[in-house]
């Protein structure tokens, strides 16, 4: 059985809201040198909103309304805030035929007999959809943080639909004070590089991995560790369960994906970055305690 000051270590954290459930959560993450820090969903809320729209052809409901026609089966946030954006609106989506997520990219869908494509910048222009346009607003949008989806019909370009997301309260506080520990932060995402680059900035995050796919966060993980560094990792989504599995230290936010908790050591149940250092305290006083 577990030692006395474990359990009482366990039961400090739990008071706060933070669940402890391995042993990695007490003798790991104390001596973690490096943390790996998703952004959408964990150190910002994760509740996206439609802040901008800008329509090349059509009206900016019919644009609304047509990607979230294509969004409407999809799971992930920015399909949720677009399709609740049109709601709001009175726009009517269109019926669709046929579905496709692409994970890390965005959705593809058969609307009204024509292939409709809702999703990065990048992907659009991957299809081969000349977005030079737009370009120099997308950019506009991005360096002010926001997580740009463009939509296309039939290989052109319709329009774009800006997000912005909040960062979580406390999360600058947080961060700083687990660099006075001797921990370094590193944020990886999805996202675009400019969008989080400003998130970082805001936030005092000097290392960012951007426009990363999902299975490259748990290789960044993985290099990150090279020379024996312990490397926490901390997320929310799907796309991060197996860079929890593969950190030293899998840490989950409470409101996250099932699998992404279940592939963790520590569990955040209170959502509460200031959870991060704590959890750190409480572990090596357990073990102050022990030795
Ligand atoms: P994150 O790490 O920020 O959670 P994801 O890997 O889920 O990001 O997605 C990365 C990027 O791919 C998003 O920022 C967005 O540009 C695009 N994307 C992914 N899924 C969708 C979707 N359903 N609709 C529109 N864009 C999407
Ligand atoms: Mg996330």
């Known amino acids: 059985s577990a030692p006395l000051s474990i359990v009482r270590g366990a039961g400090e954290a739990a008071g706060h809201g ?13 001596l973690a040198k490096r943390i790996v820090l998703d952004k959408t969903g964990t150190l910002t809320l994760g509740r996206p909103a439609v802040r901008e729209i800008e329509a090349i ?3 900016e409901n019919e644009l609304l309304a047509l990607a979230a026609a294509a969004e409407v089966s999809s799971e992930h946030p920015l399909a949720q805030a677009i399709v609740q954006a049109a709601f709001e609106v009175d726009a009517v989506p ?12 965005g959705v593809a869908a058969r609307i009204g007999g024509e292939n409709v494509l809702v999703g990065s910048p990048r992907f659009v222009a991957e299809q081969g959809i000349n977005a030079a346009s ?3 607003r997308i950019a506009t949008l991005e360096e002010a943080g926001r997580t740009v989806i463009a939509v296309a019909r039939e290989r052109r370009l319709l329009g774009i639909i800006a997000l912005g997301d909040t960062v979580r309260p406390k999360a600058r506080e947080a961060l ?3 660099r006075r520990d001797g921990v370094t932060p590193f944020m990886v995402t999805g996202d675009n590089e400019r969008a989080a680059r400003r998130v970082a ?4 995050i000097e290392e960012v991995h951007a426009g990363v796919l999902p299975h490259e966060k748990a290789e960044i993980v993985r290099q990150l560790q ?3 560094t312990r490397v926490a990792m901390v997320g929310d989504g799907i796309n991060d369960a197996p860079a929890l599995m593969q950190a030293d230290v899998g840490i989950a936010m409470g409101g996250g994906t099932d699998i992404a908790i ?3 050591d520590i569990i955040i149940l209170s959502n509460r970055l200031e959870a991060l250092p704590l959890a750190r305290e409480i572990s090596r006083r357990s073990y102050g305690k022990m030795l």
């Open 94 to 105: 269109p019926r669709v035929e046929t579905f496709e997520a692409v994970p890390g990219k």
């Open 262 to 264: 279940e592939s963790a």
């Open 18 to 30: 933070i669940l402890m459930r391995t042993g990695e959560a007490f003798q790991g993450y104390r």
């Open 201 to 204: 900035a805001d936030l005092g």
């Open 176 to 178: 700083a004070a687990l």
């Open 134 to 136: 737009l370009e120099e």
């Open 226 to 228: 090279s020379g024996g």
């Open 57 to 59: 052809e059509g009206t």
